[in-house]
């Protein structure tokens, strides 16, 4: 049985496939749009689709000529700003063909999802460490249209008997640690990435986005996660759906919170470079801390973190920027 991963040419979900490579699977099938990944990103063995989650035709011929029985689902729009002024494009994209692609999975047979969810679906939580069962109240686009995705997958599962693990991710960061891939969206707006980019010389500042918020510095506090310690998150969630296990909604962080200030200190000790920093205004959307409740998928599924340490985060961070430089890719 071979996975269908959406969005594999993207940041996350090319860690994805190649940790599903790693670990011995041999057929992995990506569709992707290549509206913000890259063909390149993806190992030679890899089948590329390429086109629209929502092209129903396209997926059911996808699933039955590859044998699909899992779906694992990240294509997507991701910036929160960007929701906040397009939010009826980020609906589409978000909801609207998510729902046309497991509608389409689902007819063709795939038996488990695992959807790229967010901590977006929080919002501005009352509890911070946050645990999964706290009630979703998303204050931006972004998360609405993720929770709303969510909602359809729970429902659907349940009406037409498949499985599946929504994972939410915190922040996302680092790089593959044997250096095949990382973040390479050009203008990137994600703390670490511009923070190195700043470091390397490649933007001439970082801007603080808010410095008033009710944290012990002023600035936001988010949970940073290793990309291929999600991506091997992934995984166990994917055998455990295949060995007929329950359907699960989990967090993905480490259960710690590092400001912004404080991630800007360490790329700036990590790098060795004093880049100019700029405090701004706040910016539009953005909850002021955000740490995961971490525990749950240790207990269900085993998930032992490898990288759980915010300067290797940024060593690799940084490693991939200055390779995308000598590459000339951005
Ligand atoms: N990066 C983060 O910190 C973060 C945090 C929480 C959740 N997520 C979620 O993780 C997933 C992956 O994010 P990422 O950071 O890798 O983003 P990304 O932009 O690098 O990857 C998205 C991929 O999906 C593809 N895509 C987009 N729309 C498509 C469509 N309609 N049809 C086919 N392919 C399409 C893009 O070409 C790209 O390859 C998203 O669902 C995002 O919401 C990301
Ligand atoms: O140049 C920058 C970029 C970011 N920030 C700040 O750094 C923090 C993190 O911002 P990111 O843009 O890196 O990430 P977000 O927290 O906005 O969002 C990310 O994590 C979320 C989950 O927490 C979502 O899932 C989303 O897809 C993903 O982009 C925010 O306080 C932001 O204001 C800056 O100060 N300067």
């Given at each position: ?245 329950a359907s699960l909604t989990l967090n993905c962080g480490y259960g710690r919170g590092y400001s912004v200030l404080e991630v ?30 971490a525990d749950r998928i240790r207990a269900e599924l085993g998930w032992v973190p490898q990288h759980d340490d915010l300067r ?19």
């Amino acid at each position: 049985m071979a996975v269908l991963v959406t969005g594999g040419a993207g940041y996350i979900g090319s860690h994805m496939v190649l940790a599903l490579i790693d670990a011995g699977h041999d057929e992995v099938v990506v569709l992707d749009d290549l509206s913000t990944g890259f063909d390149w990103a993806l190992p030679p063995e890899v089948t590329l689709v390429r086109g629209d989650v929502a092209d129903q035709t396209l997926v059911a011929e996808t699933i039955r000529r590859h044998n699909i029985d899992a779906l694992a689902h990240f294509a997507a729009k991701i910036v929160v700003p960007d929701s906040v002024s397009d939010p009826l494009g980020y609906y589409l994209a978000n909801t609207v063909k998510s729902r046309a692609l497991i509608e389409a999975a689902i007819g063709a047979g795939v038996r488990h999802v695992i959807f790229s969810s967010t901590a977006a679906v929080y919002g501005e939580p009352a509890v911070v460490p946050v645990p999964e069962d706290l009630p979703p109240n998303p204050i931006n686009p972004y998360g609405r249209s993720k929770l709303m995705t969510e909602w359809m997958l729970e429902d659907a599962a349940r009406a037409h008997g498949i499985s599946y693990v929504v994972l939410r991710y915190f922040n996302v960061a680092g790089a593959d640690p044997r250096g095949r891939s990382g973040q390479s969206t050009p203008n990137a707006t994600h703390l670490i990435k511009v923070a190195t980019q700043a470091a390397l010389g490649k933007r001439g500042q970082l801007e603080v986005f808010g410095t008033d918020y009710p944290t012990p510095d002023g600035s936001c506090l988010r949970d940073y996660i290793q990309v291929s310690d999600l991506a091997a998150a992934h995984l166990v969630a994917l055998n455990h759906l295949r060995g007929g296990g329950a359907s699960l909604t989990l967090n993905c962080g480490y259960g710690r919170g590092y400001s912004v200030l404080e991630v800007i200190d360490v790329v700036k000790s990590v790098s060795g470079v004093d880049f100019p920093v700029k405090l701004s205004p706040r910016r539009a959307g953005d909850p002021s801390r955000i740490v995961a409740g971490a525990d749950r998928i240790r207990a269900e599924l085993g998930w032992v973190p490898q990288h759980d340490d915010l300067r290797e985060i940024v060593t690799q961070a940084l490693a991939w920027e200055e390779a995308l430089g000598r590459r000339n890719r951005i």
